[in-house]
């Protein structure tokens, strides 16, 4: 597997390696020595699965209580995959990493706790799978806006995007509730 940096070191993504041949591929997406090699140590407690349509927007997503490192990939389609860390010691606080992720480039992105998490579908439909490290807890959800000035995310929009109704009343980072 091959570990590309990002902006942010704590950020990483996976190119795992493809072994293709006339029958298809295969690919492993998650060796826990593989990952632990490449700085990710990481206990899964739940698997996500979600199916949605192009222009959906889901997130800037965190848990402030239970936060949740996610292990995410695309298996259909291709979204805009977007993290921003929320860790106010952070000398990377309010920055972003954002890249394409399709079922065809096979990416995985680590997305530590601390992290504020969503996606964009820039294809007809895309289904996104992702791993926790915790388990969900509504009453620790919190939304970080997705058109934030501040954060300043250049999502690849065509058109308006597609929110939920929590997702259009997110907070801006100043105001939100954020990590330590």
Same mark, same amino acid.
């Given at each position: 597997m091959n570990v590309v940096p990002?902006?942010?070191p704590e950020v990483r993504v996976i190119e795992p390696k493809v072994?293709?041949?006339?029958?298809?591929?295969?690919?492993?997406?998650?060796?826990?020595r593989a990952f632990a090699a490449a700085g990710i140590r990481a206990e899964f407690v739940q698997d996500?699965?979600?199916?949605?349509?192009?222009?959906?927007?889901?997130g800037l997503h965190y848990q402030i209580r239970q936060p949740q490192g996610k292990l995410v990939r695309v298996i259909a389609g291709e979204v805009f995959d977007v993290a921003v *860390? &929320?860790?106010?010691?952070? #000398?990377?606080? $309010?920055?972003? @990493?954002?890249?394409?992720?399709?079922v065809?480039?096979? !990416?995985?992105m680590w997305v530590p706790a601390?992290?504020?998490h969503g996606f964009l579908v820039v294809s007809e439909f895309a289904e996104?799978?992702?791993?926790?490290?915790?388990?969900?807890?509504?009453?620790?959800?919190?939304?970080?806006?997705?058109?934030?000035? *501040? &954060?300043?995310?250049?999502w #690849?929009?065509? $058109?308006?995007? @597609?929110?939920?109704?929590?997702?259009?009343?997110?907070? !801006?980072?100043?105001?939100?509730?954020v990590f330590p």
């Amino acid at each position: 597997m091959n570990v590309v940096p990002t902006r942010i070191p704590e950020v990483r993504v996976i190119e795992p390696k493809v072994y293709g041949d006339s029958r298809g591929f295969f690919l492993e997406t998650w060796n826990a020595r593989a990952f632990a090699a490449a700085g990710i140590r990481a206990e899964f407690v739940q698997d996500n699965h979600s199916r949605s349509a192009k222009n959906v927007l889901r997130g800037l997503h965190y848990q402030i209580r239970q936060p949740q490192g996610k292990l995410v990939r695309v298996i259909a389609g291709e979204v805009f995959d977007v993290a921003v *860390d &929320l860790r106010r010691a952070s #000398p990377t606080f $309010g920055r972003w @990493v954002g890249m394409p992720m399709s079922v065809e480039n096979k !990416r995985v992105m680590w997305v530590p706790a601390g992290f504020g998490h969503g996606f964009l579908v820039v294809s007809e439909f895309a289904e996104v799978l992702y791993k926790t490290t915790d388990y969900y807890a509504p009453e620790h959800e919190r939304s970080i806006a997705w058109n934030d000035p *501040d &954060l300043a995310i250049d999502w #690849p929009l065509t $058109g308006t995007p @597609v929110l939920s109704a929590r997702d259009a009343i997110g907070a !801006r980072l100043r105001d939100a509730e954020v990590f330590p």
